[in-house]
């Protein structure tokens, strides 16, 4: 791509791809990685080969929002209800992420990632568990893209704790109930500290949320492509990053005139 046609913004270090705004790019982008065991299946694949080329597509996108100067990517990879699918595949995906984790922590060191797991991390293999807490523990001082991979996670479940925890706070009469708001709500969320996702993008044509987010998707713009995730690659990411910017993002007002 030539450089006399992309801009590059404060936080990028490669230029923003020519077509795009670099002023309004979203700060914070949410994916469901949909579609691993169908793009296995139409090549005669087990499924398991899909997640395998997920993780693929998983750091090329990482990459290219850090490239772009994008403040936060969140992947939903492994839901409570996944639990359910075939005892093979969840081992093979618990050895994947544990393989990925030990492979790649020394470059997102280097690459100032911040990477951080959400959800209930206590139900994962031990092994898993150690190698979590060491790649959170060393890359929490980085300066770049907070990368957040949702693991043993579900919305319901992450109101649940967040409602149980300022409970608890009130029944100790460390906080008085009339004070709850929104602000010390999601304080409460796995996610706090984050902004809220600006964007939603979700691969493989479905149109669904499936117990993500969902606090936290309250004014997110969602994207819905065909593609299947191990096929999501730049230009899947451009069109969902140009799709969000034909957006009037309104949060419940009106258009100014
Ligand atoms: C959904 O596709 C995908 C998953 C449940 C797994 C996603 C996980 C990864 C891409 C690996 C991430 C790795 C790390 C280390 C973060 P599906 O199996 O539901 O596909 P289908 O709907 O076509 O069956």
């Known amino acids: 791509m030539s450089r006399a ?27 469901i990685m949909d579609g691993n065991g169908r793009w296995a299946k139409q090549r005669n694949l087990p499924r398991v080969m899909g997640h395998r080329e997920g993780v693929e597509a998983l750091k090329r996108t990482l990459r290219l929002c850090s490239d772009w100067g994008i403040g936060a990517l969140t992947a939903y990879a492994f839901s409570t209800e996944n639990w359910s699918r075939p005892g093979e595949e969840v081992s093979f995906l618990m050895t994947l992420f544990e393989r990925v984790l030990a492979r790649e922590l020394q470059a997102l060191e280097q690459e100032q990632v911040r990477i951080r797991f959400l959800g209930d991390l206590e139900p994962l293999p031990e092994g898993l568990q150690r190698l979590i807490a060491d790649a959170t523990a060393r890359t929490a001082a980085n300066t770049g893209i907070h990368f957040n991979v949702c693991t043993n996670y579900g919305g319901r479940a992450e109101l649940v704790r967040a409602a149980r925890r300022l409970a608890e706070r009130c029944a100790a009469g460390e906080l008085d109930p009339a004070a709850i708001d929104e602000q010390s709500f999601s304080a409460e969320l796995l996610t706090a500290g984050e902004r809220d996702p600006d964007l939603l993008i979700r691969t493989s044509g479905e149109r669904r949320i499936s117990n993500f987010l969902l606090w936290q998707l309250a004014y997110a713009e969602i994207h819905i492509t065909d593609v299947l995730w191990p096929d999501f690659d730049e230009a899947a990411l451009l069109g969902a990053l140009r799709d969000y910017q034909s957006r009037q993002r309104r949060f419940g007002g009106v258009d100014p005139c």
């Open 5 to 31: 046609l992309a801009t590059t913004t404060a936080n990028a270090s490669q230029p923003v791809p020519a077509g795009l705004d670099p002023a309004r790019l979203p700060a914070h982008v949410a994916v």
